[in-house]
């Protein structure tokens, strides 16, 4: 099934159920799908990759307002991204553990042959790849760097 199926069916669900928070995820979920549809070089279709890269889009987009909703001591916004942020990740694969993300790091490192901070970007380029939907690239960039400045 489609996530722009899936998305569907749980909003009649929240609709039912009166969930506003689950509703408004919901709702932003299919509101990018369908932008990213009408994008002139997508023909109408959204790939299972387009897809991932879209709900990593609206979760990083969601945790940066949150941070600053936080900063701002406006729990009542910040109450809000944080039950959609909830929603969204359900659609996304199961993060990575920090300890299961340096061991994935490392073995990257060793495929490179990477031995200083000079050549974090060659395995940033693997590591983003070969990690897509399994961690943000925040948390990887500060992995690499600290193996690599060992």
């Known amino acids: 099934m489609s996530l722009e199926a899936q998305v569907m069916d749980l909003m009649k669900d929240a609709m039912k159920a009166k969930d506003e928070g689950t509703l408004r995820g919901l709702r932003a979920i299919k509101a990018e799908i369908i932008k990213a549809k009408t994008d002139p070089g997508a023909g109408g279709v959204v790939t299972a990759d387009g897809e991932l ?28 991204e944080s039950e959609e ?48 939907g399994k961690a943000e690239g925040k948390a990887i960039s500060a992995v690499v760097k600290e193996l690599l400045s060992k």
Do not use: C, H, W
């Open 85 to 132: 942020i909830t929603v969204i990740e359900k659609f996304l694969p199961q993060q990575l553990s920090e300890d299961a993300l340096k061991v994935a790091v490392a073995e990257i490192i060793t495929t490179v042959g990477a031995s200083s901070p000079a050549d974090m970007g060659k395995v940033m380029g693997v590591a983003s790849k070969q990690l897509a």
């Open 53 to 80: 890269k879209l709900l990593q889009k609206l979760v990083k987009q969601r945790k940066d307002s949150l941070e600053i909703y936080v900063q701002q001591n406006r729990a009542d916004l910040a109450t809000k």
